[in-house]
């Protein structure tokens, strides 16, 4: 299975490791980090126990692709990508916030006003919207990044209280924010999608803020198709979407929330297939090309050699 379930390299000049739910990253010289995607996934802030073949290649070239094309609304952490599941960029100070922005009611959004909320992360939502319907305007609804389980709803005025990122520097990040997903906006529609909702992270290097991690990947956004959209929210029916949600919904219907007590249920092979393929099928969709999987089968072999080969004229 040409999967990457966990790395144990080691590089010349390193100097950290760090194992995140589905990145393993590399630090280098106190200056790099080789960052791998691998094939593992999480949903509820849980990893799932079976990889999904070419998951991390989809995330990591999308997110390659929109770091480029964004990179002249602000500057980003990447010097190179070496390989299909691997970044290799330039060490950034995290804000400890992430910036989701949401232009629909969708997920996690959506559960919270069905359940009665009024109120997303301090911002107000008006009476009367149904699953998916478009927002009067895109809202910041941003979440604490945890270093472990789970990121929690924050508002601009908890972010500020408890010192977590500046007025200044937050106002930076929302300007920033807004404008990559306009642009995000802008080039899904190109390919005959809705970018519903999506995260952003920030970090800064002296007074400089950088664009870091991935972005408009299927890990951190959700799309909908275009065509028939409006359709089938005239008809009460639900929205052909290219996003994660799908795994998430089917661990819901299966019992399993992240909550204490509960089993992941069993991921067969025609599970894992399946979601393979809805991670190509959106890399396809929002880029325009076609998927081409690695030749090499030795996988961990080819992404510890193109590390190594970028590392050695760094």
Known sequence: MNAIKETHFQFPKQTGFYKGKVRDVYTIDNKYLAMVVTDRISAFDVVLPEPIPYKGQVLNLIAAKFLKDTSDIVPNWVVTVPDPSVTIGRICEPFKVEMVIRGYLAGHAWREYSSGKRQVCGVSLPEGLKENDKLPNPIITPTTKASVGHDEDISKEQIFEKGIVSAADYAELEKYTHALYQRGTEIAAKRGLILV??????????????????????????????????????????????????????????????????????????????????????????????????????????????????????
């Open 197 to 314: 909702d999506t995260k952003y992270e920030f970090g800064k290097v002296g007074d400089q803020i950088y664009l870091i991690d991935e972005i408009h990947t299927p890990d951190s956004s959700r799309y909908f198709y275009k065509e028939g959209y409006e359709e089938r929210q005239k008809n009460d029916e639900p929205q052909k979407q290219l996003s994660k949600e799908f795994v998430r919904k089917w661990l819901i219907e299966n019992g399993f929330q992240g909550k204490e007590g509960q089993s992941v249920p069993e991921m067969t092979k025609d599970i894992v297939k399946s979601i393979s393929e809805r991670y190509i099928e959106l890399f396809e969709q929002i880029t325009g090309e076609n998927f081409v999987k690695p030749e090499n089968d030795k996988v961990l072999d080819r992404v510890e050699g193109a590390i190594n080969k970028a590392l050695s004229i760094m």
